[in-house]
């Protein structure tokens, strides 16, 4: 397995709201988050949702039996309680949040998982034909689905940045989790919407076609900044 993270500030923003993590030593899983809330807090939302995924994920793996549905779940739910916690500690943070997505491997059950909450984004690259698994929590999303705007008219609407769910929520009711059919040759990518917002679904699978992972990563970001860069960009590249 080949992976590579990157993450940019691009090129209207002054501060970087993204974060990420790599499980570099046994790429057991991936996190990508994009905090909202002003410059500190969507800082400090995103750190405190990797970092929380991250302990949660890396102390329950140990366990010789474990439920895959059960364990991202609760990952995302300790991630949402620190940030609420911190909300109620800062009155200045009390509208930040964050997107989160996830994805686990593990061969010894059923392969790959993800999980998600609001608009970053997992793909699946799979012989130059791109799939996106997760589905956006936004009202422009959910109106796609129903008919009621186009894919180009979502790109374009002014609400296409409303989330209907993030981390950092008392009420947080929604928290997509899935498996994911994974076959040698494969990539995934987990992203922010500082990508697919300056790049579409064509142009990533393109780019995904690099046999280098991190040249991928990289071209990836290159790319969002050379299409106007209007937001932090992140990227993680995983190469089954």
Known sequence: MDVAGLTDCGLIRKSNQDAFYIDEKNHRFFIVAD?????????????????HIYQYLDAHLQELEYDPVTLLRQAFLAANEAIVEQQQQNAGRADMGTTAVVVL??????????????????????RDELRQITQ?????????????????????????????????REDLSQIDIQPIDLEPGDRLLLCTDGLTEELTDDVISIY?????????????????????GRDNVTVV????
Not at 35 to 51: C, K, P, Y
Not at 110 to 122: E, L, M
Not at 208 to 215: D, F, Q, R, T, Y
């Open 208 to 228: 995904l076609s690099e046999p280098n992972v991190e040249k991928a990563a990289a071209a990836l970001v290159h790319a969002a900044k050379n299409h106007g």
């Open 105 to 126: 491997l593990d061969d010894s059950r059923d392969g790959a998982w993800c999980a998600h909450v609001g608009d970053s984004r997992i793909y699946r690259w799979r």
């Open 35 to 51: 905090g909202m809330g002003g410059h500190a807090g969507g800082e400090e939302a995103s750190r405190l949702a990797v970092e």
């Open 237 to 240: 590249v995983v190469g089954i």
């Open 136 to 168: 956006d929590h936004t009202w422009i999303a959910q109106a796609v689905q129903l008919g009621s705007l186009t894919l180009e008219q979502a790109r374009q609407h002014p609400w296409r940045h409303v989330l209907s769910q993030c981390l950092g």
